[in-house]
């Protein structure tokens, strides 16, 4: 099969006219796919609301006990049965869900070495099957940042690696294409300058841009999971603005391409 998997950050569906230009784009987009959203900047705002403050290190958030009921909430509940719910509308059938919801996703609790992440999971197993059965029947999973170790325990993880971990274990028995879809025009030299567009980059460029601070915060594990993506089989990977995702699909160059060595 050729899938495409698509990721939304949360600062795009945080936007309600911006969300809904997105998700009517997705129920139009060609072919086959998977649909992963974020939603961090939503979590933090209902977490600090409710007096559980935001707390990151390198873009990814250490989640206590509180953190986790906060994102499993806001994710797995609010944001991912509001998607849904839309897509239905819009005449994609779509099923929402965590790493749990049929076994989806496991991962284990990440060890503590420098930093304590608290309830975050690294990925051990997509269960492709499942994902092979629901696209089969033209079903789209709605993936949230929920996922969980098989003991009951359920874990928050980055929907950039969830859309990453998907697309790779997917890659091994089908043509995929992976599509980071946020708020930027791609990678920019000047994050608030769309003018200063990085259209191709590999891991020198990235390890340069590292150094010199051109790429930080979240852009730092989109740039990692994509090149995670790219190494492990995926044919192709993009990052951009939604509106341009059909421009990408048709291999026209309207964001960031990333490239291999
Ligand atoms: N060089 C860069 N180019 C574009 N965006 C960057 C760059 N460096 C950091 N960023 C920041 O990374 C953000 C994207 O990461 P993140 O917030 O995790 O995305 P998402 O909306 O997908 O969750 C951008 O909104 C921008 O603020
Ligand atoms: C462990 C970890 O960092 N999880 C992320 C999951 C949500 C996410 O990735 O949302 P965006 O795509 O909108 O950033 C978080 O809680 O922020």
């Known amino acids: 099969m050729d ?6 950050g949360g600062n795009v569906i945080d936007h309600k006219e911006n969300c809904t230009e997105f998700l009517k784009l997705f129920a139009h987009f060609p072919g086959v796919k998977v649909l992963v959203h974020g939603g961090g900047v939503m979590a933090s705002r209902i977490g600090s609301s409710l007096g559980i403050v935001p707390n990151m290190h390198n ?13 499993t909430m806001v994710y797995a509940g609010l944001i991912n049965k509001n998607l849904v719910a839309e897509l239905q509308a819009y005449g994609q059938n779509s099923i929402g869900l965590t790493g749990a919801d049929g076994n989806a996703i496991t991962s284990r609790k990440r060890p503590i070495k420098d930093v304590d992440f608290g309830f975050v999971g690294d990925i051990e197993n997509v269960n492709t099957t499942l994902l092979e059965t629901l696209l089969g029947q ?3 999973p709605v993936f949230s940042a929920i996922t969980h170790d ?4 359920l874990l928050n ?10 697309a790779t274990a997917l890659a091994k028995s089908h043509n995929v294409k992976l599509y980071f879809c ?32 051109v ?17 492990k089989g995926v044919s192709n990977v993009w990052m951009g603005l939604p509106e341009n995702l059909l421009l990408a ?8 391409t990333i490239e291999s060595l």
Do not use: C, W, Y
């Open 3 to 8: 899938i495409s998997v698509i990721k939304i």
């Open 59 to 71: 873009g990814r958030r250490i989640t206590d006990k509180e953190t986790l009921d906060v994102v």
């Open 138 to 140: 033209n079903i789209a």
């Open 150 to 153: 098989g003991k009951g325990q």
């Open 157 to 166: 993880t980055n929907a950039d690696t969830i859309a990453s971990e998907i």
């Open 182 to 213: 946020f708020d930027k025009k791609g990678v920019l030299m000047d994050a608030d300058d769309p003018e200063t567009l990085v259209p191709l980059i590999n891991e020198d460029i990235f390890k340069a841009l590292l150094q010199d601070q």
């Open 215 to 231: 790429i930080h915060s979240g852009m730092i594990p989109k740039l990692e999971n994509a090149f995670n993506a790219l190494n």
């Open 249 to 256: 699909a048709k291999g026209e160059n309207a964001g960031t």
